[in-house]
């Protein structure tokens, strides 16, 4: 593929991390305004780099023509929560959506990568309207908690810097600074009745500011 097929391959997948970029944020807005709390703390998405994608059809082994369904994150969204029960929250509100549709789930909180890497994917099928008609793409849905994403931002900064061969001692401890995040969550985790009860007055008291 030539730099213009490539622009016109991934124009869908551009426009799927758009729609649900906002369609995320969307429902955090729409659950915090309802008074509810919102299992949402914020979103991102990004569409794979050209080289990432074909790196990883090479390790896949997915041909050229095949990348539409070999490659299942060509369109990624990553949405943060503030605690680990909300990712089981988030999942449940995706798997009910009438606007995608779930194709299968990875746990790598339960089941948690060597690395340390922790987050709930889920595999989506979305589809895009084009000039062209109606085009369905995967989307690979990362949730995680904050001090999941501090983990994995960094870890993946290092990684990307050593070209994946971190030194072993680096990678003994950032499988301890996972150790850490997870036990970090689950303390945070046991005091969420204390913390949420904390923000609703803290934002019921802003409100009454904001009225006066
Ligand atoms: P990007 O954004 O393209 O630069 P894999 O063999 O790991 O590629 P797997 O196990 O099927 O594939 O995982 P999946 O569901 O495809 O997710 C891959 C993505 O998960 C990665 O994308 C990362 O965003 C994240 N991820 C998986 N393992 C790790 C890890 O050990 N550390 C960190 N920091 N992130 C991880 P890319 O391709 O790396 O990112």
Same mark, same amino acid.
């Given at each position: 593929?030539?730099?213009?097929?490539?622009?016109?391959?991934?124009?869908?997948?551009?426009?799927?991390?758009?729609?649900?970029?906002?369609?995320?944020?969307?429902?955090?807005?729409?659950?915090?305004?309802?008074?509810?709390?919102?299992?949402?703390?914020?979103?991102?998405?990004?569409?794979?780099?050209?080289?990432?994608?074909?790196?990883?059809?090479?390790?896949?082994?997915?041909?050229?023509?095949?990348?539409?369904?070999?490659?299942?994150?060509?369109?990624?969204?990553?949405?943060?929560?503030?605690?680990?029960?909300?990712?089981?929250?988030?999942?449940?509100?995706?798997?009910?959506?009438?606007?995608?549709?779930?194709?299968?789930?990875?746990?790598?909180?339960?089941?948690?990568?060597?690395s340390g890497y922790r987050s709930y994917h889920i595999i989506v099928e979305y589809p895009v309207q084009t000039s062209?008609?109606?085009?369905?793409?995967?989307?690979?849905?990362?949730?995680?908690?904050?001090?999941?994403?501090?983990?994995?931002? %960094?870890?993946?900064?290092?990684?990307y810097k050593h070209r994946e061969r971190l030194p072993e001692d680096v990678k003994n401890r950032l499988q301890r600074a996972a150790e850490a995040a997870h036990?970090?969550?689950?303390?945070?985790?046991?005091?969420?009745?204390? %913390?949420?009860?904390?923000?609703?007055?803290?934002?019921?008291?802003?409100?009454?500011?904001?009225?006066?």
């Amino acid at each position: 593929m030539d730099s213009r097929d490539w622009k016109k391959f991934l124009i869908p997948y551009e426009q799927a991390v758009e729609e649900l970029k906002v369609k995320f944020k969307t429902l955090r807005t729409e659950m915090k305004a309802r008074e509810e709390y919102s299992p949402i703390e914020f979103v991102t998405g990004r569409v794979k780099r050209i080289s990432s994608i074909l790196e990883k059809a090479k390790r896949l082994q997915v041909p050229m023509d095949r990348l539409e369904q070999g490659i299942e994150d060509i369109s990624g969204i990553r949405i943060m929560c503030q605690f680990i029960q909300d990712i089981r929250t988030l999942s449940e509100l995706i798997r009910q959506r009438k606007d995608m549709s779930v194709v299968y789930e990875k746990d790598y909180i339960t089941n948690y990568k060597e690395s340390g890497y922790r987050s709930y994917h889920i595999i989506v099928e979305y589809p895009v309207q084009t000039s062209l008609g109606l085009k369905t793409v995967l989307a690979e849905v990362q949730i995680r908690t904050l001090a999941m994403n501090f983990w994995a931002t %960094i870890e993946h900064s290092l990684s990307y810097k050593h070209r994946e061969r971190l030194p072993e001692d680096v990678k003994n401890r950032l499988q301890r600074a996972a150790e850490a995040a997870h036990a970090l969550d689950q303390e945070m985790s046991s005091i969420r009745d204390e %913390i949420m009860d904390a923000q609703k007055l803290f934002e019921d008291n802003s409100n009454l500011v904001s009225k006066v």
